[in-house]
Structure formats: structure tokens, C-alpha cells
């Protein structure tokens, strides 16, 4: 009877340290050291002990109108308050902003499974349970049907545009990447070369430039009739636009995988496909995750663009809030709770891309500090 084969874990475990002892470690370990840190956290209280006593201690939190901060020299966060319905839903019906909420939920629980380490069937989830959950909320979104009240694109604005925009450009982009960038090495010469068309055309672009075509050139080409949505050609072009670069990132990727990796799985008898989709993709994406996430954060903030073709973002709603005569000379209070908003989002994907990469290291990979 052979004894049971035992599997033995050669990661070194995680530097989970204490806060005294992290800092004793990292900001304290010799006298320059010391000296550099405490002139560091000097040189940070006078910095920021100004901008805590605007933005927190004399700040003003309540009020109806610009009469509740006539004292004071702090922020007056009244104005958030009062156009903080717009910040988020733009021009949206007030009676039916329900719809965006429940279908921003759906999306959101649909996503969820992809992100859970013991989840099975992924690719089923993001092959089947995605486009149903975009469908519907796209549906609950428009509306016009089952009793629901039609509302435009044009209405559409704030953050809640912010993210219609940013979700879409990126779900779109990420497996048209992958598709540019397999075309771009594909032995095909015809394949090959319209993926390298496409890519390099899309990247000599600005975005810019690709809006403003969307918005005003493309209607002069289209039949006598033919209308499409101003938003609807938006996020064909942004989508169009980010899988050019997202293409270049996943080449790098691929770049970076062995010869052996496709000789071992030809050995095994795999065919094309099942090599791509069993060994040299998830190798491929599981290298650049950094250089994705990084496309998905600029994609996000590059979605203030809209705004030169008439739809009002995040920032544009802020912006546009700051032109009302009740609320002239705030123009500080709002772009900084727009600035923190984006910092929100950019950050929470940052330290998401941190989670997948840690998780999909490889067993005898160095473990990092954990914070």
C-alpha cells in the first residue's frame, strides 16, 4: 500500500504586520529614515491642514440655498446636496430613476460571479448571464414598452451616463481586443492585415476627432430617413476606439508566452481553439492585467469627451450646475466631490486588479506586502 502523495506549499507566507511593527519596519528603521519620515508628516500637516479645515471643519453640511454658507470660509457642500439628484441621474424623469438603479443592480449581480475564486462556469456567466443582464437594463433604461415611460438618451446624463458609457466601452473592447490582437499575429496574410489596419487607424486617431465624426459627420453619409442615436454612435466609436489599444496590451501578453507552451499543448493533441482557450490565453491575460485595468481606468475618465458632442457626463452635469446664479462662485466645491467621485472608481478597479493579480500568481511567485 503506497502512503498518500502530500502536497507541500513553497509560497513564503504574506509580511501581515502589525501597524507598530510595519512601522517600525518601513517608515522607522534607521535614524535617516526617521529624520526623512517625520519631515515628510510635517511637511503633510501644513499642507493639508488647510484644505481638512475647508473641506471638513468649517465646511457646511446643511441648508436649502447659498444663505446657509453666508458664514464662514469653509465649503459649502449645500450645493452637492441640493444637485446631488442631478450629479447622478442627469436629466433623467425623477419618477422613474428607479429604472437606472435596478438596472445598474442587475448588471452589477450578473458581474459579481466572475470575480468569486470557486466560481465555476464563467465562461457561461459571461457568455449568457452579461448580454441577458445589459439587455434588460438597457431595456429599463429606454423604456417604451410593458408600461414603461420612453425616456431619450438626450435625457441621460451625470454619473449614471458616466457609467452607461465606461461599462459599455469596456465590455465592448475586451473581446474585440483579444479578436484584434490574435488577428494581428495570425498567419493569415489577409487577417493579419486588416487587423493591422484597423489598429494602427484607430490608434492614429483622438478620440476627439472620433466623437465629433460620430456626432456630426456620420448623419451627412447616412440615407434620407436614417436616424441613429447621437449615444448609440458614442459608444460605437469609444468602443472601437479602446479595442485598438486594448488589441496592443493583449499582444504583449501573447508576446510573452513560450514556444514550449504551444508545443506542449499540440503534444496533448489540442487543436487551435482549445490551445488559445485553455493555455496560452489565460497565461496571456493573467501578464498584462496591470496594462488592462490601466486601458479600463483611462477609458473611464476619457468618458468626460462626451461632452463636445452635447451629452452631458459627470462632469459635464457639474459643470453645467456651476453656471446656475443661485450657485455662482462654487465652482471649487463641485469639481473637487467630482474629482473625489472619479478617484472612487479609479481606485476601486486599481485595487481589484490587485486582488485578480494576486490570486492568479503563481504558486512559487514572491508574496507581496499586504496592506
Known amino acids: 500500500m503506497t502512503p498518500a502523495r502530500t502536497t507541500v506549499d513553497l509560497r513564503p507566507p504574506a509580511m501581515r504586520l502589525r501597524p507598530i511593527r510595519w512601522m517600525r519596519r518601513n517608515?522607522?528603521?534607521?535614524?535617516?529614515?526617521?529624520?526623512?519620515?517625520?519631515?515628510?508628516?510635517?511637511?503633510?500637516?501644513?499642507?493639508l491642514r488647510p484644505l481638512v479645515d475647508w473641506a471638513l471643519i468649517d465646511a457646511h453640511w446643511s441648508g436649502q440655498g447659498r444663505d446657509a454658507c453666508a458664514g464662514g470660509g469653509g465649503a459649502c457642500w449645500v450645493f452637492v446636496r441640493a444637485r446631488l439628484g442631478q450629479f447622478l441621474y442627469g436629466f433623467y424623469p425623477e419618477a422613474e430613476r428607479w429604472r437606472v438603479d435596478v438596472g445598474i443592480a442587475l448588471v452589477a449581480l450578473a458581474a459579481i460571479p466572475l470575480f468569486l475564486p470557486r466560481m465555476r462556469r464563467k465562461g457561461s456567466i459571461a457568455c449568457i448571464a452579461l448580454p441577458a443582464a445589459f439587455a434588460v437594463a438597457g431595456f429599463l433604461l429606454t423604456g417604451g414598452a410593458f408600461g414603461l415611460v420612453a425616456v431619450e438618451t438626450?435625457?441621460?446624463g451625470g454619473l449614471m451616463l458616466t457609467?452607461?458609457?465606461?461599462?459599455?466601452?469596456?465590455a465592448a473592447s475586451f473581446p474585440l481586443g483579444i479578436l484584434l490582437a490574435l488577428g494581428r499575429r495570425s498567419e493569415m496574410p489577409v487577417i493579419r492585415t486588416l487587423s493591422v489596419a484597423f489598429i494602427e487607424f484607430w490608434r492614429g486617431v483622438p478620440l476627439v476627432t472620433v466623437l465629433f465624426m460620430a456626432s456630426v459627420m456620420l448623419p451627412?453619409?447616412?440615407?434620407?430617413g436614417a436616424n441613429v442615436d447621437k449615444l448609440l454612435r458614442a459608444l460605437?466609436?469609444?468602443?472601437?476606439?479602446?479595442?485598438a489599444y486594448m488589441a496592443e496590451v493583449v499582444r504583449g501578453g501573447l508576446q510573452a508566452i513560450p514556444r514550449g507552451q504551444y508545443e506542449a499543448a499540440s503534444a496533448l493533441g489540442l487543436g487551435y481553439w482549445r490551445t488559445l482557450g485553455l493555455v496560452v490565453l489565460p497565461q496571456a491575460l493573467r501578464h498584462v492585467i496591470p496594462g488592462i485595468v490601466g486601458s479600463f481606468i483611462a477609458l473611464f475618465k476619457d468618458t468626460t469627451l462626451v461632452l463636445i458632442i452635447g451629452l452631458f457626463d459627470f462632469l459635464g452635469i457639474v459643470q453645467a450646475a456651476l453656471t446656475d446664479p443661485q450657485w455662482l462662485g462654487f465652482a471649487l466645491e463641485g469639481y473637487v466631490f467630482a474629482a473625489a467621485v472619479y478617484w472612487v472608481f479609479c481606485f476601486g478597479m486599481s485595487r481589484l486588479s490587485a486582488r485578480i493579480e494576486r490570486?492568479?500568481?503563481?504558486?512559487?511567485?514572491p508574496a507581496g506586502r499586504t496592506w
Not at 35 to 47: K, Q, R, Y
Not at 163 to 170: D, E, K, P, R
Not at 236 to 243: K, N, Q, R, T, V
Request: some cysteine.
Open 163 to 170: 457609467v452607461v458609457v465606461a461599462v459599455t466601452g469596456i
Open 236 to 243: 460605437i466609436g469609444i468602443a472601437l476606439f479602446a479595442a
Open 27 to 47: 517608515l522607522f528603521g534607521s535614524p535617516f529614515e526617521a529624520v526623512l519620515t517625520l519631515l515628510i508628516l510635517c511637511g503633510l500637516w501644513f499642507a
Open 220 to 224: 451627412l453619409f447616412l440615407p434620407d
Open 154 to 156: 438626450g435625457r441621460w
Open 359 to 365: 490570486r492568479g500568481a503563481p504558486a512559487n511567485a
